[in-house]
């Protein structure tokens, strides 16, 4: 469990770390409107849309989750030379995230993921984006990039969707400049790349990213037992965590006892980017002092809150505070031993 006091300290703390952020850059895009009628040329429903909202998503969600915490991001990947990339630079500036370390590609377009959401349910969701892998120069821009700031950082977190940018030899590049200067490496996983993330401290796949990748689909908790302890050894990671949705999260690490932490969700609205809120708060907390256990508890009361909201969600340190207090109070902050 975790005390008031150390919570307090923790969150103290925050603020005075530098983190980059290395991944897949996207807009979300949402489109709100009301259905009262059918489409007349195909059985699906004709939506009037009534308002529309642009986020910032991907990695730069989570560049924008940490600078919601206070640290200051260091947002790292590639962007087309289209429209989405003018309003990508423009909610960048908003939010006072740099983008003098991203790299302009003409050959792939900025990726928008364009959801349409009527009466609180999303009925459709439309991709535009590129998914092939990086060309071997600007793969190198990238590293480049990357090595500029590399002396001045506490944290780096990978965050994959798969898109292209995070390629087997970028990824290897970026873990042995990590592990050279002992920056804690944190990976949001994409399934198929699963075993290119060897060495990193953290890996946070969820429940079913963990068991497919391991081969083995978790439905009791030997087989969570079974599929986080085999991953640590494969990949040679500091710790993994799982997020198991409404079940919590477990934490396997080489310094411990595999841990469970219960849910602190109020009610789920929206999962979307939950997982880069987790990611972000866990590193904030690490770069503050807290211990793998204590992020672990730290980013649940975090995905908490974020599934409340709609969309893309960030959390300050208030808002997380008051989340912790709550469950502090309600007692919901136990975590568990899982036992072999």
């Not at 390629?167 to 920056?183: F, K, M, N, W, Y």
């Not at 990671?237 to 198991?244: D, E, G, Q, V, W």
């Not at 411990?256 to 849910?263: A, C, F, Q, R, W």
């Amino acid at each position: 469990m975790i005390k008031a006091d150390r919570v307090e300290h923790i969150l103290a703390r925050m603020g005075s770390s530098r983190v980059l952020i290395l991944g897949d850059i996207m807009l979300d895009e949402y489109l709100f409107g009301t259905v009262t009628r059918i489409s007349p040329e195909a059985p699906v429903p004709v939506v009037q849309i009534e308002s529309t909202k642009i986020l910032l998503g991907g990695a730069a969600n989570v560049a924008n989750n940490i600078r919601s915490l206070g640290d200051e991001p260091i947002l790292v990947g590639t962007v087309g030379e289209d429209e989405a990339s003018v309003k990508l630079a423009q909610l960048l500036r908003e939010k006072q995230i740099s983008r003098d370390f991203l790299v302009n590609d003409e050959s792939r377009q900025t990726t928008i993921k364009t959801r349409i959401i009527a009466h609180s349910q999303q009925v459709v969701r439309a991709d535009r984006e590129s998914q092939h892998e990086l060309d071997a120069e600007t793969e190198q821009r990238v590293l480049k990039r990357f090595q500029s700031v590399a002396d001045g950082i506490k944290a780096v977190i990978i965050s994959d969707y798969g898109k292209g940018v995070i390629s087997r030899t970028l990824l290897e590049a970026v873990i042995e400049i990590c592990v050279q200067r002992d920056i804690f490496i944190a990976v949001d996983p994409k399934e198929t790349h699963f075993f290119n993330y060897k060495r990193v401290s953290l890996i946070t796949p969820n429940h079913h990213e963990a068991g497919f990748a391991y081969g083995r689909r978790i439905h009791s908790e030997k087989d969570l037992l079974e599929v986080g302890n085999g991953l640590l050894e494969k990949l040679q990671a500091k710790a993994i965590l799982i997020t198991r949705g409404p079940q919590g999260m477990s934490l396997f690490s080489h310094d411990s006892t595999p841990t469970h932490i219960p849910t602190f969700a109020r009610q789920v609205y929206d999962v979307t980017g939950a997982g880069d809120t987790v990611i972000a708060t866990f590193v904030a907390s690490i770069c503050a002092g807290a211990s793998l256990t204590e992020a672990a508890i730290i980013s649940n009361a975090a995905a908490g809150y974020a599934v409340g909201e709609l969309g893309t969600a960030t959390i300050t340190k208030h808002q997380l505070q008051k989340e912790l207090d709550r469950n502090i109070k309600n007692g919901n902050v136990l975590s568990q031993v899982i036992r072999d």
